[in-house]
């Protein structure tokens, strides 16, 4: 889960860690009247999802509070990467004299925390470490023992060599954000969170002008405040939630065939199958565990799917039946008459059962996978 | 022989008294998977088909000797549940939970690193010796049969897919098993490759691999440095997956620094694996290579 940029920003500021003045807008009026507030010079920072808001031209900078709405005006109107910019950040203009970079992200090789620390704030860090590695510095963490005072200190004792001129309190300024950023990404169970830019003022002082968090979706019952749509419709976001309340993975895709599978990873090959053979899917289900009922509900999202020429079911029973999923589809065809064919694809426990109950309303399942795609590929043809 | 899970592998079950746990530990019992506790606090005293139940780890310990535990436990639980059976000396954990959270994962493989712990999983079905008669999780035994390949995958479904068909083609399996769907996993396909490599009952490997991350190329890494001499076949899923998103498991996801297919395919071709694109194509390579002649 991707947080916006004042919601990092506030996080940030909970945990000690300077931020701008500013507040959000919904409105060119309420643009202007934050502008009034905050006196002189503003940043005008559409809240996206989406990254790379400079490049598309969506920061914006006024001086005075008519030129701020004036502009705000351009920026409500616009979408960034499909996102509609529903808020932004009015934020007073900081006057800097450099820029750092302070990152947390999980090396998934080694299994553990890495902080990320570099003289030159303000570029994409992966860019940063492939062109000049000598100017990011990986520190791995331990977690169980955490980012320590010394780590910390010798971090910020970095930053001061390859930046001379900060006078030693602002070292310690430095030391006392890592390990407040570093508790911050653990409470918060981020898998990336990142101040970018780290600015440095005048007087030497730090200043979080930019913020990305990224928190783990598993992690979400501990941050429950958080969770709510987020660039998507009330109505996608509900029914991503009732699919995640089941533990079923749902992704819409733009062809015809529907698959109807458990297993991700059987899935996964089944829509392999299916392009590599020529077809298209229309979408990428995984159910968790299947039975009658399940196999009744997931019916329903193909139920009032227009697109649908096919829909190709998987059935490979291992620890549920045949039979008892059988019986799910003809509970469903009993009720509803989709529009679409259906090929099964069946094997496992209870199959000869499962297979008399298929028979019995017409359906004559298929046993091999291959030919099961290959099924369903020359039936979503025949519709056309 | 097999790997980690032997005849002789004595099993505890935490949480044994929830439903799919008490479903599973009959299953194991009846594979002939040695189990003799199960934890439940609060639940100390009670039996399970026959296996008595203990309120903590520590009592489980003192009446018996533990190599491996299977944890039924639900996410939130995980990683207390984890951290207890490592202090109390469990050299060997099978953690079939889905959706552990990312932090208490790491938090976990660190202590298990400490402590030269061996975790499968976690979101696996677990593992299974067919040649000792061992099964630590829920991987349906009907598909399973003593043999000399070795089995590695991320998924479960398609472990039992491609499974079945090994033993229809009468290539048996020395130990399977499921690494897990996340992001981390105690036991990633480079550690369990060095494992088979080290069995005398393992002649050949499978892998079983899908997008995202990088445990495939880091297999390759190990393949080409010459530390794993037997040969290895490999399939991986979701060549044709839309990029950015998560495919059901958490770990199957392409971003924007790699994790596609091709780079894996790529990189395993290179040391030396055999790589089929469909999952029928390597299946037929297997035959060809180590079927009966």
């Known amino acids: 889960m991707k947080l916006y940029e004042y919601e990092a920003k506030k996080l940030f500021e909970e945990a000690g860690i300077p931020i701008p003045q500013g507040a959000l807008a919904a409105s060119p009026e309420e643009v202007r009247s934050i502008a009034e507030r905050l006196g002189g010079p503003v940043v005008l920072k559409p809240q996206t999802l989406s990254k790379q808001r400079g490049k598309a031209g969506l920061i914006g900078f006024a001086d005075s509070p008519p030129e701020a709405e004036e502009f705000s005006r351009s920026l409500f109107s616009r979408k960034h990467e499909d996102e509609p910019i529903e808020h932004i950040l009015v934020e007073e203009k900081v006057a800097l004299k450099g820029e750092l970079f302070v990152g ?4 998934y090789k080694e299994s553990r925390p890495v902080l990320l620390l570099s003289p030159q704030g303000g570029v994409e860090i992966e860019t940063l470490a492939k062109e000049q590695p000598g100017l990011v510095k ?11 005072e010394k780590d910390a200190l010798s971090l910020a004792e970095y930053i001061r060599q390859e930046r001379p001129g900060a006078p030693a309190d602002r070292v310690t300024e430095l030391q006392r954000l890592l390990l407040s950023f570093y508790t911050l990404f653990k409470k918060m169970d981020c898998e990336l969170a990142e101040i970018n830019p780290l600015g440095i003022r005048e007087d030497f002082s730090l200043i979080a002008l930019d913020g990305a968090m990224v928190m783990d979706d598993e992690a979400q019952f501990r941050h429950t405040e958080l969770v709510r749509p987020r660039a998507q419709s009330e109505e996608a976001f509900k029914r991503d939630q009732g699919f995640k309340n089941k533990g079923w993975t749902y992704i819409q895709m733009e062809g015809d065939i529907g698959i109807l599978s458990s297993g991700a990873g059987i899935t996964m090959a089944i829509l392999d199958l299916i392009h590599l053979k020529g077809g298209k899917a229309a979408n990428f289900l995984d159910t968790a565990q299947m039975n009658r009922q399940g196999i009744f509900e997931a019916f329903q999202i193909f139920h009032n799917s227009p697109h649908l020429k096919c829909l190709l079911i998987n059935i490979f029973a291992g620890l549920n039946r045949c039979d008892d999923l059988a019986e799910g589809i003809k509970d469903y065809l009993s009720a509803y008459q989709p529009p679409f064919p259906i090929v099964v694809r069946m094997v496992g426990n209870r199959e000869k059962e499962g297979r008399e109950v298929l028979n019995s309303i017409g359906i004559q399942p298929i046993a091999s996978l291959e030919e099961s795609v290959d099924g369903a590929i020359s039936a979503a043809e025949a519709w056309k | 022989m097999s790997i980690l899970a032997f005849r002789d592998t004595q099993v505890l079950i935490q949480g044994i008294t929830g439903t799919q746990a008490r479903h599973h530990t009959e299953n ?9 506790a199960g ?4 639940s100390g005293g009670e039996q399970v088909h026959g296996v008595p139940v203990y309120n903590s780890i520590e009592e489980a310990c003192r009446d018996h000797r533990i190599d491996a535990s299977v944890l039924f436990i639900p996410a939130k639980g995980v990683k207390a549940a984890a951290l207890e059976a490592m202090q109390n000396h469990i050299k060997l954990l099978v953690i079939v939970t889905e959706h552990v959270p990312l932090h208490d994962a790491m938090e976990i493989f660190e202590d298990a690193r400490n402590r030269g712990v061996v975790i499968v999983g976690p979101n696996t079905p677990g593992m299974i010796s067919p040649p000792e008669k061992a099964k630590l999780g829920f991987v349906p035994t009907m598909y399973f049969t003593p043999g000399p390949i070795g089995v590695a995958s991320r998924s479960g479904t398609l472990t039992y897919e491609l499974v079945s068909r090994l033993t229809a083609a009468g290539l048996g399996q020395s130990t399977v098993i499921g690494v897990g769907g996340d992001r981390i996993v105690g036991l990633p396909f480079a550690d369990a490759l060095r494992l088979f490599e080290k069995d005398p009952g393992t002649q050949a490997v499978l892998l079983i691999g899908e997008i995202g991350g990088a445990m495939e190329e880091e297999a390759a890494a190990l393949i080409a440095r010459g530390e794993v001499r037997k040969p290895v076949f490999v399939y991986i ?35 030396g694996a055999q790589v089929g694109t469909t999952i029928a194509e390597v299946i037929e390579r297997m035959k060809h290579t180590l079927g009966k002649k």
């Open chain 2, 237 to 271: 899923a979701g060549s044709t997956a839309p990029e950015g998103q998560r495919i059901g498991h958490a770990g199957a996801i392409i971003g924007g620094t790699g994790g596609t297919v091709q780079g894996k395919i790529e990189s395993l071709q290179k040391a």
């Open chain 1, 138 to 148: 990986k520190w791995p963490i331990t977690v169980s023992r955490g980012l320590s």
């Open chain 2, 39 to 42: 934890v439940r606090p609060g």
């Open chain 1, 104 to 107: 947390l992200a999980v090396d």
């Open chain 2, 28 to 36: 194991m019992l009846a594979y002939g998977t040695r189990i003799v």
